[in-house]
Every structure is written in structure tokens, then in C-alpha cells.
């Protein structure tokens, strides 16, 4: 069946997402418009937000709205001297779920992949250097995955 020019580019939209497909694609579109356009028209809304006002911390460069995150601007985490280096911003939010962790984090926002074009630019590796040279650390904790790229 061959659906409306709208209709199909609301499914290929949704096949930008991870693990989605064409299937899965045609479901969540016809879910939106069958049964919750409020739903989809909130979705849209906070997505087109999301898109245009977040942007990267300036200091641990994981996702914010504002200059630098609420992470780098607490006064207590600042005294604390500890740097860890994490992957993507969700690596941020597993380790503070623990409670345990008060320094301060990197995101290098991937891994090394050449085939990929992600080199050392693409991380940040000179910032973190820059960081690691200009502030008072003590420990500096490489939290990636246990990968060959991690």
C-alpha cells in the first residue's frame, strides 16, 4: 500500500532512531496519529526545543541548556580534585544514579573509531589535556567501556 508523502516521511523519521526500523518505524507513526496526536504534538514540540537549545557543557561538555552544567558549577564537586572520563552523557547519568562519585566529569561523546572518522579531534582529547594540565587534580578516573576502542 502506498501511504501519503507526510505519512511516509513521518516513518522514515522515526528509522533515524536506534534499533528502529521500518516496522517498528510504521507502528509508532500510525500509534501517533490513531490514538494520540496530543501525544505527537507534544513530542514534536520538546523535540524541535531539544534540537535548538541544548548544546554541550563548556566544562565537561556532556548535554546542557546553559553555558556549563549543574555538575561543573556545584561548589562542593569542584574542591573534590577528581576527573572522570566517561563515554557519552549516559555514562554520566549511570554514575550519578550511584550517589558515590562528587568530582568532576569529561565526555569524550564516543570513541576512537578511524573507520569512522572519530579520531582524537573529534573526543576532545586536547581539551581534556587542557584540563588535566590547568586544574588541581588528584585522581583522574578513564571510565570508558572495556572495548579495544574504550
Do not use: W
Not at 566517561?86 to 561523546?109: K, N
Amino acid at each position: 500500500m502506498k501511504f501519503s508523502p507526510l505519512v511516509i516521511e513521518l516513518i522514515e523519521s522515526f528509522k533515524c532512531l536506534p534499533g528502529v526500523g521500518a516496522k517498528s518505524a510504521q507502528r509508532m507513526a500510525f500509534h501517533l496519529l490513531e490514538r494520540n496526536r496530543i501525544g505527537g504534538t507534544k513530542l514534536s514540540h520538546s523535540l524541535a526545543k531539544a534540537m535548538t537549545d541544548i548544546g554541550h557543557c563548556q566544562g565537561c561538555r556532556t548535554f546542557t541548556e546553559q553555558d556549563y552544567c549543574d555538575i561543573c558549577t556545584s561548589e562542593k564537586r569542584k574542591s573534590k580534585g577528581q576527573l572522570c572520563i566517561v563515554e557519552s552523557p549516559a555514562d554520566v547519568i549511570a554514575i550519578e544514579q550511584t550517589a558515590e562519585f562528587q568530582g568532576l566529569y569529561f565526555v569524550l561523546m564516543g570513541h576512537l573509531s578511524p573507520i569512522d572518522g572519530i579520531g582524537p579531534e573529534q573526543l576532545g582529547i586536547t581539551l581534556l589535556l587542557g584540563k588535566v594540565d590547568n586544574e588541581k587534580l588528584e585522581e583522574v578516573i578513564i571510565a570508558c567501556n572495556p572495548t579495544v576502542e574504550g
